[in-house]
């Protein structure tokens, strides 16, 4: 066992590699430094480590097997699930839980000091409807596009109530592409960003069509040769060539185009009736593509055997437009 290759390694071999991180969330308002500090704190060389062995050593990257040679990297959104509370932060002596999109005015402020002044107004805020006490954290992560060290490391964290204008959605990705372009162990050491992900999200959409969708890319852009000849592509771009990139997923369930046939849920819904062997009602039908459960994989698999299978359906009796639409089906499955 020893000497198998799925081994795990040993406590030994992983402790240079652990690193115990004090990341810092925006609390009261959107600040760059708390940014910057969260760069420098995954990003940047580890003064400090927790393994006994270890401790006091700098473990650069060479020194972990990771080359210096810059890549570009995606900055990704998403929302955590958290409880909704305030939490106590010791070391800044703050409070934390106060959705950001409302925090900055509802609250003076929220740091706690000498006395329980700044508690009972942020209790009489919340009180009001002036600030909410968030359930969620949205975080924006930063991941290599290499081969390696390739996982994504947190740098924003902010609570939200999702109430939010996607000018505020806006300034947060900004705050981020800022502080990754003025920290020296940003840009600088480990590359641009060349995309900014999100969930499906609609108003960080609006947010990133907002800045992605700034220009066009001609024979002027260096990324031009690259491209040209991908017709479709979207060729939308932020001034220095940022793209949006959403997760397909999110995208998908609202239909795609497959040589120009729109595929969505009501022409599934008109073909898979014509499937022999089944006996659709129209529950079953609707209960198929519209699954209450959005993980169920059975039921999406079973959706797309159904998808593979319409192509076995006689095209000799399809009229032109319903051809076209057979044609872009078995493309799809
Ligand atoms: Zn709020």
């Known amino acids: 066992m020893n000497h198998s290759i799925f081994r795990l390694p040993s406590l030994s071999t992983i402790q240079p590699y652990c690193r115990q991180h004090q990341l810092k969330p925006c609390l009261g308002s959107i600040k760059i430094t708390d940014v910057l500090d969260n760069i420098d704190t995954l990003f940047g060389p580890c003064p400090e ?69 700044a508690v009972e107004l942020a209790v009489q805020a919340v009180k009001d409807g002036k600030v909410h006490i968030a359930h969620e954290t949205s975080v924006g992560a930063i991941s290599r596009l290499a081969r390696n060290n390739y996982s994504a490391k947190p740098v924003f964290m902010a ?8 000018r505020e959605s806006l300034q947060n990705i900004q705050t981020v592409m800022e502080g990754w372009k003025c920290s020296e162990y940003g840009e600088q050491k480990n590359g641009p960003i060349f995309s900014v992900a999100s969930d499906g999200d609609s108003t960080r959409h609006a947010a990133l069509f907002m800045m992605c969708m700034h220009t066009e890319i001609t024979s002027e852009n260096p990324l031009f040769p690259f491209i040209s000849g991908l017709l479709g592509l979207n060729r939308g771009v932020s001034y220095d060539n940022l793209t949006m990139d959403f997760d397909y997923k999110h995208l998908f369930k609202h239909g795609m185009v497959v040589k120009d046939v729109c595929i969505n849920r009501d022409l599934l819904t008109l073909w898979l009736e014509r499937l022999p062997g089944y006996n659709w009602s129209e529950t079953s039908i609707h209960a198929l593509l ?5 993980q169920d994989v059975p039921r999406a698999v079973k959706l797309l055997l159904c998808i593979v299978e319409l192509g076995s359906l006689d095209k000799n009796e399809l009229d032109p437009s319903e051809a076209a639409e057979f044609e872009a089906l078995c493309l799809l499955g």
């Open 49 to 117: 480590l927790n393994g006994t062995q270890y401790t006091g050593q700098v473990i650069t990257d060479e020194e972990l097997g990771i080359p210096k040679k810059r890549s570009g990297h995606t900055l990704s959104f998403d929302e955590l699930a958290t409880e909704r509370r305030i939490d106590y932060l010791p070391l800044s002596d703050e409070m934390g839980g106060f959705c950001l999109e409302h925090v900055d005015g509802a609250v003076e402020t929220v740091r706690i000091g000498e006395d329980i002044k």
């Open 159 to 166: 609570s939200t109530c999702k109430k939010g204008t996607w």
């Open 290 to 294: 519209n699954p209450t459960d959005a």
